[in-house]
């Protein structure tokens, strides 16, 4: 396994970004205006000071300083890089194991559905409320689920259409179209089990891959069963 990574993320006065990489730790730390003052000056023992500064935990240590002008705004977010390096090694971790088995039933995907749209909005909102990413902080709209499930006949291949309108995440609803239905396409299938009210914007495709992306699995993770 690659040694934990995080990083320190600053911004000078004069618009100058500093990113300070930070090892045995998967922590994204924001730095002060002191912090910033003390990688500016021309003092020795810049790391050191630092790490005093920044009061790292046991295992921690500085690595790397890099700094950067960038008057547009911040472009390389490395809370979004350390996110994506989790990412890759769960990636790297389940190629490794056993498919997931998932059943196409409807109280079984139901609640699978709805266990993990939960866990990521609540994620998604403490990430949002805690770390600096994308240049914004705080409270982002929370959604709600729609999702309809064709589960495929002689002349219809299975499908799977959701929308995600605002509203409370444990709002997950999930409805099962007859087989003898026949949706021309994800529209169709949406609006027979939901209605045309809806203007949110529509995913979905093939039932193994989007039930998959429902999940958090990559779409050779998951073997779906009738």
Request: hydrophobic share 35%.
């Amino acid at each position: 396994m690659r040694e934990l990574r995080g990083a320190a993320v600053g911004q000078a006065p004069d618009d100058t970004y500093f990113f300070v990489e930070l090892r045995g730790s998967t922590r994204v730390v924001e730095m002060t205006p002191e912090h910033i003052a003390l990688l500016q000056d021309d003092l020795p023992f810049r790391f050191a000071r630092l790490e005093h500064h920044l009061t790292l935990r046991p295992g921690e240590r500085t690595h790397h300083i890099t700094e950067r002008i960038q008057p547009s705004g911040l472009i390389d977010d490395p809370a979004v890089t350390l996110l994506n390096d989790f990412w890759e090694t769960a990636r790297e971790f389940n190629e490794h194991q056993p498919r997931r088995r998932i059943k196409m039933q409807k109280g079984s995907l139901t609640q699978l559905v709805r266990d993990t749209h939960i866990r990521d909005t609540t994620l998604a909102r403490t990430l949002s409320e805690q770390l600096t990413i994308g240049g914004a902080r705080g409270h982002r709209p929370q959604h709600a689920l729609r999702v309809a499930v064709h589960p495929g006949s002689a002349s219809v291949p299975p499908l799977v259409a959701y929308t995600q309108p605002i509203g409370s995440p444990t709002d997950v609803q999930v409805r099962f179209a007859p087989r003898s239905s026949q949706p021309r396409d994800m529209k169709e299938l949406h609006s027979q089990m939901f209605g045309d009210e809806t203007q949110e914007e529509l995913y979905g495709d093939d039932a193994h891959s989007t039930v998959a992306g429902l999940l958090g699995y990559d779409t050779d993770e998951i073997e779906l069963i009738q």
